[in-house]
């Protein structure tokens, strides 16, 4: 029996150092047993195949919890996020989550995100105006680009109207500080009563819209789910109500931090940069690239031994946790070479792990892929003295191992 690791992966602190850790633990194995912050143990998958194996081995490996066998304790969970997030899409295995997907894709499909390709241009263009009349042309690049490009975006595509905006940017924060890894504190100093009193006015809100776009259907994403169809089947009120909570949690924190993410490495990494300013084309291989240097989800949402298995030569238990560390698999070196390298030209980068595999792989990867490639090239054409105001030294990093990202990035330009 493996003894489990006690390792600091959740502070502020222990961020800087995280590629370090996986990569210590990798090179003694690519599974290893580690206590979480939450107090479980858990199997940690640093490597490559090993994590694929883990998210698309579906009759091994479940994401509902429902295997878990009695007397084996389950981090408690917030009535709120049951409510909202309980037996969201991200939570059930096929075929239940099958037909979810469908339904979903179904609304969310390429020619929906291409037809938001000028929509996210515009988006992008007005915030960098914004940049430009600024006299002091200096400001925090992810208080004033990287938060409000996705937040836009995702407005826009739901159908929230510009006066409720930045009421929705409050339970974006408090959805996402649900999250037990998330180790965030809410904003200003909300009291617990008062996050689950914002979350349920977030879920009136929510409820409302559906129920106006089911009478009045127009162009945006809820009313595209709202009247979905596949066969033969529609989701339900509270089918859509879980999915947008779903898209607010997955689709504005992880775009926000790969926005702050590529530009930090592109601080970090001069010649890339002087690259992609001489060569913007290659915008849509430097944001893969980034996505599996440096990509704003570091691990997989847990799965569950259904049985007694084993995995890379560990006897794992039924109802074990398991995890994958996609950040660690993006830089298995069996994988790719040099692989802690920032190599915007590299073959193969879309290969990272950093939307996940298999059936939950990401829904909203299409989209954070054109807002990267947009968000990189506008800002490095209409901002071509674009530099750090700090140290890089001094970046801060989010508490917390789900999403990985800086605080504050201080540039002038
Ligand atoms: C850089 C940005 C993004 C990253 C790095 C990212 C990463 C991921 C990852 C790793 C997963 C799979 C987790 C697992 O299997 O355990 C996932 C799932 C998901 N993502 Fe994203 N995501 C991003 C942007 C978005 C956006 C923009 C949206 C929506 C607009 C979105 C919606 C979702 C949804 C709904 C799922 C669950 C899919 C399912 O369970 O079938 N994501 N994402």
């Not at 599974?31 to 912050?37: E, F, H, L, N, T």
């Not at 640093?46 to 981090?75: H, I, Q, S, W």
């Not at 596949?230 to 997955?250: C, H, I, P, S, Y």
Request: hydrophobic share 45%; glycine share 8%.
């Amino acid at each position: 029996m493996t003894t489990s690791e006690h390792l600091d992966l959740i502070s502020a602190e222990s961020r800087a150092t995280a590629y370090e850790t996986y990569a210590g633990l990798r090179s003694d194995a690519p599974i290893s047993r580690v206590k979480m912050p939450t107090g479980q143990d858990v199997w940690l998958l640093t490597g490559y195949e090993e994590g694929v194996e883990l998210l698309t081995d579906y009759n091994r490996f479940k994401t509902t919890a429902t295997v878990v066998p009695e007397g084996v304790e389950m981090p408690a969970v917030p009535d709120a996020v049951l409510r909202l997030l309980g037996g969201s899409m991200a939570a059930l295995d096929p075929p239940d989550h099958t037909r979810q997907r469908r339904l979903v894709q179904a609304a969310f499909t390429p020619q929906y995100v291409e037809k938001l390709r000028p929509v996210v241009q515009a988006i992008t263009d007005r915030l960098v105006d914004d940049l430009l009349a600024r006299p002091d042309r200096s400001v925090d690049l992810v208080e004033e680009f990287a938060v409000p490009l996705p937040l836009t975006v995702m407005s826009n595509m739901l159908g929230i109207p510009p006066t409720d905006r930045d009421r929705f940017r409050l339970w974006s924060e408090l959805l996402l500080g649900l999250d037990p890894t998330s180790a965030q504190s809410a904003p200003n100093g909300m009291s617990p009563m008062d996050v689950m009193a914002e979350i349920e006015r977030f879920v009136g809100y929510i409820d409302a819209l559906i129920k106006a776009k089911r009478a009045d259907p127009g162009e945006d994403l809820i009313s595209g789910m709202a009247l979905a169809e596949a066969d033969g089947e529609r989701m339900t009120d509270d089918e859509v109500l879980k999915m947008v909570a779903l898209l607010v949690v997955g689709g504005l924190g992880t775009t926000q931090h790969l926005i702050g993410n590529m530009v930090l490495a592109l601080f970090r990494n001069p010649d890339q940069l002087a690259l992609l300013r001489a060569q913007p084309e290659l915008a849509a291989n430097a944001v893969d690239e980034m996505l599996r240097y440096h990509g704003s989800i570091e691990i997989s949402f847990p799965r569950f031994a259904a049985e007694d298995t084993v995995l890379a030569g560990e006897s794992i238990a039924k109802g074990e946790m398991l995890i994958a560390v996609l950040a660690a698999g993006s830089r298995d070196p069996r994988k790719f070479t040099d692989p802690d390298r920032l190599d915007i030209r590299r073959h193969g980068a879309s290969r990272h792990l950093g939307f996940g595999r298999g059936a939950h792989m990401c829904l909203g990867a299409p989209l954070a892929r054109v807002e990267g490639q947009i968000a990189l090239n506008t800002l490095l054409s209409r901002l071509p003295e674009l530099r750090p105001a700090i140290s890089l030294d001094d970046v801060t990093w989010r508490a917390g191992m789900t999403l990985r990202g800086v605080t504050a990035l201080p540039v002038a330009y």
